[in-house]
């Protein structure tokens, strides 16, 4: 008997199979031409046919990526970050438009995506707790064997740092134009926003 | 939309003229039409083999890969085709859907296969015809039952590795399940055994009448009267085993109450209690008849052996999955007995001296009778009493044969159920061994890859090891990837023998106050810019302080470059280093200044990003293999950038840096 159920339950998540929207309209609403998009789409779809990528699938990727630690924590918030309706699932076009603004945007659309990033609840501001559990997922992935060896206060080191150096008025949250002044006054992070301009 | 309709629009639209004379309202304009090109052929290619048919045909079906406007990502504009990287065989049978209606599964195909090209093209499993619908449904059902089984082997099976840190309870559950983990768990598995073949032999053996030593009048005793002490020693050893075993798997039971209504442990304790009782209830006449009774109880000890031995659990599975076809045979023996017996008893009734007293007494007969016993006891003597008899016994050995096919093939069935499944698990050992050592490559890789020098700066002109140079282009995205997490969190990725060696070595007398006092300084607000890595500044320090201390791989490296000792990247130079501490030591005191002035910088690898891409936009289109991981590594660079990732930039421009910790000295 549970076997029938099971069958059923995957052909109904087979039924769920999302179409995205023509090649010229992403075209137009992203930054890539249609030759990327054919090639992104192609990749997209050889893993995920049914058309939508879920939480699961993106942890097993990370984790296939990072195999020294644990990937999954910051797979979770950057899952969230892609998924901008907040349906549990990416499509391609959710996909596509995080990429152009990842690779093709403004510096401006970069970092807003990266504040967006850190502000876990979407509230608008970044407060020293969400900046912990972000520092806390990215250490995770180096796992345990590491040179120089991780202690336990090194995520909380880091995230002060990076307090000091963005919350300008020091009231113990940053919001986005404190983020965006402070990361544009530093040379370092313009540069490197170059850095994976073409990734693809 | 129903499938198939689409070629009959048009009629439909033209037949709409019979609605203008009763039109209240001027209809609706017709929607503009797209340049209609007419019909034309569309190629497709799959995998090389190319299929040609009419865009009507693939129109029909609007919402599927083909029909719809998702075909145009596969397109390709310089040969016109649209081209697809899939298996062409079972294109076929999805073409043919298109053309036909109807969807066939093909018989040789493996049926996963064949789901996954169905979820490509994005067409519903249901749309299988019913010629071929069945056999999909029934293949389908199989292969998800040894999936299933697979699953659970996988999740039960845990084998010997035992998570650290189980508690008592826990290893002793594990000891009671899988008597092979440990040697004590075997031993007891044995001792068990031992007494429950003691017991039931020791039952057996008590009612064999036994003749005295000496020649008494011959007054046959059964042997459990001449030695009733012994037996009864023999009986409360048994039990006192017994209950010890019970009462130990209660408490390490992980859901006692599931363990008590577990069929074992009810026959275990219906093996015990009849002693117990026997020890409470006095020893008067009365009584004593349901004492015996009692006494019978004790064969079901032999139950116990069911734990021990898979075969006697198979049987007993089969014959309660085979409940309804048992029940079947009852029913219908029954049904055949009762009409027998009155047909014999009435059959018999005028003869004297019968034995066919009743018709209860007739059930008898028949049930020899129909099960071709035959004892003889009871006889019929009228010849229509005979006639009777042989139909009867005729008709018994088809009334039996009947469900015994369906029992035996059930029994066959979980048999080599059960026998795949030991199997597995025996292989599960070897296979998770084997995918540990594959994930195990993939993070050495990266090891080896630093190790080899390919983090150097690659203007110094040396050969690089050949693994380095050759490596593709996927390897060295990711490796890139992994370069970059390692700057953000200004930590590197060693393995276990290094991480131990550092342990050891941060733990040493003397040093470690030292160090950690080092260590300990708060980073202070304005060297982000000026020490490109705190971390690595707290790492010179602290082998400046401990000059005895075991060096790492990493500062081995270091050292190479402060001294121009420019060796080649090979594996054996590095072991001979860590084989002489001593030398790269003295040179450490010597270089002191040299230190301070310049860091190692791991530089990035040989091939800008730029470089290593395959050439996508201006090429044929057709994607080597990297670029579908590189679609989903794009995604994954992009991310890791940001103010964390500033240490990252300082160590790609290395020559600014040089200069600046020249100046911070």
New interface residues.
């Given amino acids: 008997m549970a076997g029938t159920d099971k069958i059923e339950d995957e052909l109904e998540m087979t039924m769920v199979c999302h179409r995205p929207e023509g090649l010229e309209q992403l075209e137009a609403q992203t930054n890539f031409t249609k030759r990327e998009l054919q090639v992104l789409y192609r990749g997209f779809k050889n893993e995920c046919p049914s058309g939508v990528v879920n939480e699961e699938t993106f942890k097993q990727i990370y984790a296939q990526f990072f195999p020294h630690g644990d990937a999954s924590t910051y797979a979770h918030y950057l899952f969230h970050a892609f998924d901008t309706t907040q349906t549990g699932s990416v499509k391609f076009e959710d996909f596509v438009t995080a990429l152009s603004i990842l690779l093709r945007g403004t510096v401006h659309e970069k970092l807003r995506w990266t504040f967006n990033l850190y502000d876990i609840n979407k509230d608008g501001y970044i407060n020293k707790e969400e900046m912990m559990d972000i520092v806390k997922a990215i250490y995770d992935m180096m796992g345990k064997y590491t040179y120089p060896v991780l202690k336990e206060d090194t995520p909380r080191q880091h995230v002060d740092v990076f307090f000091q150096k963005m919350d300008k008025n020091k009231d113990g949250i940053v919001t986005l134009d404190e983020f965006l002044e402070s990361c544009q006054e530093d040379d370092n992070i313009m540069r490197s926003l170059q850095l994976f301009q073409n990734v693809m | 939309m129903a499938a198939g309709v689409a070629t009959w629009l048009p009629f439909a639209r033209a037949a709409a003229v019979g609605w203008l004379p009763l039109a209240q309202q001027p209809l609706p304009p017709a929607p503009g039409v797209k340049a209609s090109r007419g019909d034309e052929v569309l190629v497709v290619n799959v995998s090389g083999r190319r299929f040609e048919t009419w865009k009507n045909t693939l129109d029909r079906y609007p919402?599927t890969?083909l029909g719809?406007?998702?075909k145009?990502?596969?397109?390709d504009a310089d040969s016109g085709e649209y081209f697809f990287?899939r298996d062409p065989d079972m294109f076929r049978h999805v073409l043919n859907f298109y053309r036909t209606g109807r969807l066939h599964c093909p018989r040789q195909e493996c049926i996963q296969a064949f789901?996954?090209e169905?979820?490509?093209y994005?067409l519903?499993?249901?749309l299988v015809g019913d010629c071929c619908l069945e056999e999909y449904?029934d293949r389908?059902?199989e292969n998800?039952?040894r999936l299933?089984e697979d699953e659970e082997a996988e999740q039960a099976g845990d084998g010997p590795i035992l998570p650290a840190g189980s508690s008592l309870r826990q290893r002793l559950w594990r000891a009671f399940e899988n008597p092979h983990t440990s040697t004590a768990a075997l031993v007891f598995y044995y001792v068990t055994g031992f007494f429950i073949a003691v017991s039931v032999i020791a039952n057996v053996v008590e009612t064999i009448p036994c003749r005295g030593p000496t020649r008494r009048p011959p007054r046959e005793q059964p042997c459990g009267d001449r030695f009733p002490l012994a037996f009864f020693c023999m009986d409360t050893a048994c039990v006192l085993i017994f209950t010890g075993e019970y009462l130990l798997r209660l408490f390490a039971a992980p859901s006692r109450c599931r363990f008590l209504r577990s069929v074992m442990s009810l026959i275990d304790v219906v093996a015990i209690l009849p002693y117990y009782i026997g020890l409470f209830v006095p020893k008067n006449e009365d009584v004593s008849g349901a004492f015996v009774t009692l006494r019978v109880f004790r064969v079901f000890r032999i139950f116990k052996f069911s734990r021990h031995s898979q075969g006697l659990r198979i049987l007993g599975y089969t014959l309660k999955s085979c409940a309804s076809e048992l029940g079947f045979l009852l029913f219908s023996l029954t049904m055949a007995i009762i009409i027998f017996a009155t047909v014999m008893f009435y059959a018999e009734k005028g003869t004297n001296k019968t034995n066919f007293t009743s018709i209860p007494a007739a059930f008898w007969y028949t049930i020899v009778t129909m099960t071709t016993l035959g004892y003889g006891d009871m006889v019929p003597s009228t010849i229509a009493g005979k006639i009777f008899g042989s139909i009867c016994s005729l008709s018994g050995v088809l009334v039996i044969a009947l469900p015994v096919p369906v029992i035996v093939s059930n029994f066959s069935r979980i048999y080599h159920q059960n026998q795949r499944a030991d199997k597995r698990r025996a292989q599960q050992k070897v296979r998770l061994a084997r995918i540990r050592l594959a994930?195990s490559g993939?993070?050495n890789a990266f090891l080896q890859y630093k190790q080899n020098g390919g983090l150097e700066d690659s203007g110094s002109g040396e050969e690089q090891a050949l693994c380095v140079r050759n490596r593709s282009a996927f390897e060295q995205?990711?490796h890139h990837?992994?370069h970059c997490?390692?700057k953000?969190?200004c930590?590197?990725?060693?393995?276990?023998l290094?991480?131990s060696e550092?342990?050891g070595a941060?733990s040493l007398g003397g040093r470690t106050s030292r160090s950690t006092s080092v260590?300990s300084q708060?980073?202070g607000?304005g060297s982000?810019?000026s020490s490109c890595c705190p971390?690595r500044a707290?790492?010179r320090a602290i082998r400046l302080a401990n000059s005895t201390a075991s060096v790492?791989r990493?500062s081995m490296q270091e050292l190479d470059t402060l001294a121009g000792l420019r060796r080649s990247p090979a594996p054996q130079s590095r072991s001979s280093l860590n084989a002489k501490p001593h030398d790269s030591l003295d040179l450490n005191c010597e270089s002191r200044d040299f230190v301070a002035a310049i860091i190692s910088i791991p530089t990035p690898p040989a091939n800008t990003?730029?470089e290593s891409?395959p050439s996508?936009?201006g090429g044929s289109?057709r994607?080597s293999s990297t670029?579908?991981?590189?679609?989903?590594?794009?995604?994954?660079?992009?991310?890791?950038?940001?103010?964390?990732?500033?240490?990252?930039?300082?160590e790609?421009?290395p020559k600014k840096e040089r200069t600046l910790c020249l100046l911070s000295g």
């Avoid at chain 2, 930590?491 to 276990?496: G, I, K, Q, Y």
Wanted: net charge negative.
């Fill in positions: 919402d890969l719809s406007s998702e145009e990502f596969f397109y990287d789901d996954e169905l979820a490509f994005g519903v499993p249901e449904r389908k059902k998800a039952e299933a994930k993939t993070t995205q990711h990837l992994l997490l390692e953000t969190t930590h590197e990725f060693t393995d276990e290094t991480f550092t342990l941060v260590s708060p980073v607000p982000l810019l971390r707290k790492r790492s990493g990003p730029d891409q996508s936009p289109g994607a670029v579908r991981n590189s679609s989903l590594a794009g995604l994954l660079h992009a991310p890791p950038l940001g103010p964390l990732g500033s240490h990252l930039t300082s790609l421009w």
